[in-house]
């Protein structure tokens, strides 16, 4: 069983940067997909970004230009470089590892952006 660490939220003010940190306990295999998404509070999961085992990289439009996702394979951890935070990023993002057979969640970290 994969475990996955996320970490990195916070509170900052808008215009502000930050780093959520995606670490598993184990190597990502391959082929697999790992995915940032965040939730609001009585709102649906929404997608955030992925990478895929290959390098391929993918963005919801809503952060495309501002947020990059990547991985550092020797720490088995895959990152999401936020800039020029928005209030309306303000969710808890959780990190998703997806194989061919199977689906592992973080537990989730909570990222506040306000004045």
């Known amino acids: 069983q994969v475990q996955l660490m996320d970490s990195g939220g916070g509170l900052v003010r808008p215009g502000e940067s930050l780093r959520l940190s995606c670490a598993a306990s184990?190597?990502?295999?391959?082929?697999?997909?790992v995915s940032w998404f965040r939730q609001v509070s009585g709102k649906e999961r929404e997608y955030v970004a992925s990478?895929?085992?290959?390098?391929?990289?993918k963005y919801a439009d809503s952060v495309k230009g501002r947020f990059s996702i990547s991985r550092d394979s020797a720490k088995n951890t895959v990152y999401l470089q936020m800039n020029s935070l928005k209030s309306e990023d303000t969710a808890v993002y959780y990190c998703?590892?997806?194989?061919?057979?199977?689906?592992?969640w973080g537990q989730g970290t909570q990222v506040t952006v306000s004045p």
């Open positions: 184990e190597s990502f295999s391959r082929p697999s997909t």
């Open positions: 990478i895929t085992s290959g390098g391929y990289t």
């Open positions: 998703n590892y997806m194989t061919t057979i199977q689906d592992f």
